[in-house]
């Protein structure tokens, strides 16, 4: 969502393109007329003329920073000692423009608002600058976080101009973001992008985004995020897309979404890369999931933790691959903090018909401790040694798995078998 940084780094944007657009309004757009006085309605009166004039010269004078500062000062009593009553309303619209200029380059905005204001009042400059000036108040407006007015004095100016800009048309949206009508500044979002002759900027694609995201309007943002990861490739962009396709739990697509990240380089980290092998078991694909753990802890893009040796080994024991499930279970079993791990390892190695190595993982799983179902454990303990003809060591796992409740009656069972397939074999 676009979120109050960003919201901020606008307002600042904006405040400088606010600078730079009154400066040239006034310093190049003005000083013209004057000079042509093309007609009579837009026009100063001669005595303004010339102290306009004079303060024209004076703000675009060449120097020192010393020298333009004197400069200013001087174009500001000028401009200060000018009687605004008795000038015409071309003029006075002029000179309160120009106020308003200097006062935003003071970074005096709510005085620049008030001048500015005022000028559009006068409804005398020529049409162009009329609107440019009235689009100054809203940006104005914006900047001092009075978005009810700012949206109002926008609407307005879009109600006067033909082809308005896209940019414009984003600025409108981020008001009405500010002032809190999220719905509101869908419309002018999107047109900011469609009305794009160029690449939208991603900028105004994110906005567009965050407002539909906003809105719950997850098939638009889907096809938003499209747009922007064709001309913004990003990791973020992939991941939203996968969140969403996630959200309308449509897991197969996210799935996809996150395997052509991959591939284009934006997943590359131990986290991003492990969630991805898990997602894949949860689709039914573990052999998948089995590979992408393989080549990170192989490359090194997957940190050998606990978490990864199990989840590799998850992956293979979902695909049924028993055998090359035991080297990295065995190394999450080494790496775990009990030993949980070591029962279940010891499960694939019965699975295998590894008798040996099921007692081995079952030894660390007693000396690691703090198991879940120990009882369970001397039972897979009696079940091993029983197969590998160890009768003794299985009736003692058979007696200590007595000791549980809840292995008590399966291991007195076990025990009562073992006995008697010692005596039909006449073992001692």
């Known amino acids: 969502m676009a979120n109050a940084l960003q919201l901020k780094r606008f307002t600042c944007a904006l405040h400088a393109a606010l600078v730079v657009l009154v400066a040239s309004l006034v310093l190049l757009g003005a000083v013209a007329e004057p000079a042509m006085a093309q007609a009579n309605k837009f026009s100063f009166g001669t005595r303004n003329q010339k102290k306009m004039v004079k303060v024209y010269t004076l703000l675009q004078l060449e120097g020192t920073p010393e020298e333009q500062a004197v400069a200013l000062l001087d174009a500001k009593e000028i401009l200060g000692n000018i009687n605004l009553k008795r000038a015409r309303p071309y003029g006075r619209a002029r000179i309160l423009q120009t106020l308003g200029g200097l006062a935003i380059q003071d970074g005096d905005n709510e005085k620049a608002l008030q001048y500015l204001k005022e000028c559009v009042a006068e409804n005398a400059l020529q049409p162009v600058d009329q609107h440019k000036t009235l689009f100054q108040v809203g940006q104005l407006h914006t900047i001092l976080e009075e978005f009810d007015e700012a949206i109002l004095a926008l609407e307005e100016w879009f109600t006067l101009v033909e082809s308005p800009a896209p940019s414009s048309y984003y600025v409108l949206a981020v008001t009405y973001y500010q002032a809190g009508r999220v719905e509101e500044a869908l419309k002018p979002a999107q047109q900011a992008v469609d009305l794009s002759v160029d690449t939208p900027l991603e900028r105004w694609y994110r906005l567009l985004l965050s407002l539909n995201l906003e809105a719950q309007n997850y098939v638009a943002a889907l096809e938003i995020l499209d747009d922007i990861i064709l001309n913004y490739p990003k990791k973020a962009y992939w991941a939203q897309l996968a969140a969403i396709y996630s959200e309308l739990d449509q897991m197969p697509k996210s799935l996809a979404a996150q395997q052509l990240a991959k591939g284009e380089g934006f997943i590359t980290e131990d986290r991003d890369l492990t969630r991805i092998a898990q997602m894949f078991m949860v689709e039914g694909l573990p052999h998948r999931g089995a590979e992408v753990m393989k080549i990170g802890l192989a490359d090194g893009s997957i940190e050998p933790t606990k978490q990864a040796y199990q989840t590799y080994s ?41 008798w040996g190595d099921a007692r081995g993982s079952l030894d660390n799983a007693f000396e690691k401790g703090e198991l879940n179902d120990e009882g369970q454990a001397h039972i897979l303990y009696g079940i091993a040694a029983f197969n590998d003809k160890q009768w003794n060591s299985a009736i003692r796992a058979f007696t200590r798995a007595e000791r549980f409740d809840g292995t008590r009656e399966t291991a007195g069972k076990w025990k009562a078998y073992v006995g008697r397939e010692k005596a039909r074999l006449g073992v001692e």
């Open 314 to 354: 998850d992956t293979l024991l979902q695909s049924r691959e028993w055998a090359l499930a035991a080297d990295p279970l065995e190394k999450a079993a080494e790496l775990n903090k009990n030993g949980s791990l070591y029962v279940r390892l010891a499960q694939v190695h019965l699975q295998l018909g590894n």
